[in-house]
């Protein structure tokens, strides 16, 4: 069970650099009249209005704009450099080129360690490569990092699921909904997967 996973880095790499940059300018616009704190206290008060407004939304459209907009937060590293080669790593990773996407993940990490994209993008391509036990060890890291980080939760039920661990796999898929309700794919797995089990134990 691919889906959830790829199709949640998929839509990060979709993301353009220009779209980032343009829905980046208003909150930082409107944040401007709070000279006292950082940015990065800036970007911890967005996100959590961010996913304030996500787990309250019912519209399933506008809750995955809201999604993307929280991924765009998560992007963002502060640092030119990483930004650049988290870049390239994005582009090896869309052309298959998953040792060179490490390549430049495995020095992401070295250089900014408390940047969570930079691990969940690593375990991504390690899922991808199917290196279950490399991919875990950085959901934890992202999850340590960022706790709300949706893609990497539901990274690591794709994960529980491929390895027959369906009930774990049903508490990672409800910690996704306790933070993305509306995430349709971890809807219907955590159905099939209370379906199953309820199943199995009649």
């Known amino acids: 069970m691919r ?21 980046e300018q208003a ?19 967005r996100l959590d209005e961010l996913f304030a407004s996500l787990k309250r ?8 704009r809201l999604a993307s907009l929280i991924q765009i937060q998560w992007q963002n590293s502060g640092s030119a450099t990483v930004d650049l080669m ?13 040792s060179v996407a490490l390549d430049f993940l495995d ?3 070295l250089m900014k360690p408390d940047y969570a994209e ?3 993008r690593r375990a991504t391509v390690h899922f991808m490569m199917n290196d279950y036990g490399r991919s875990m060890a950085d959901i934890q890291k992202t999850l340590a990092l960022e706790p709300r980080h949706f893609g990497a939760m539901a990274g690591m039920a794709a994960i529980l699921k491929d390895t027959g661990r369906k009930e774990a796999a049903l508490q990672a898929f409800e910690r996704v909904l306790a933070v993305y309700p509306m995430m ?3 809807q219907t797995q955590a159905g099939e997967l209370a379906d199953e089990l309820t199943g199995q134990r009649t």
Request: aromatic share 6%; net charge positive; glycine share 6%.
């Open 86 to 98: 988290m870049g390239w790593a994005g582009k090896a990773m869309e052309e298959k080129k998953f």
């Open 184 to 186: 349709r794919e971890a």
């Open 3 to 23: 889906s959830v996973f790829v199709c949640s880095i998929g839509t990060l790499l979709a993301i353009s650099p220009a779209l980032a940059m343009a829905q």
């Open 118 to 120: 930079g691990w969940n």
């Open 57 to 64: 939304e019912s519209n399933d459209v506008k809750a995955a």
């Open 27 to 45: 909150p930082v616009q409107q944040q401007a009249a709070l000279p006292n704190q950082t940015l990065a206290e800036k970007r911890a008060a």
């Open 107 to 109: 020095q992401v990490v």
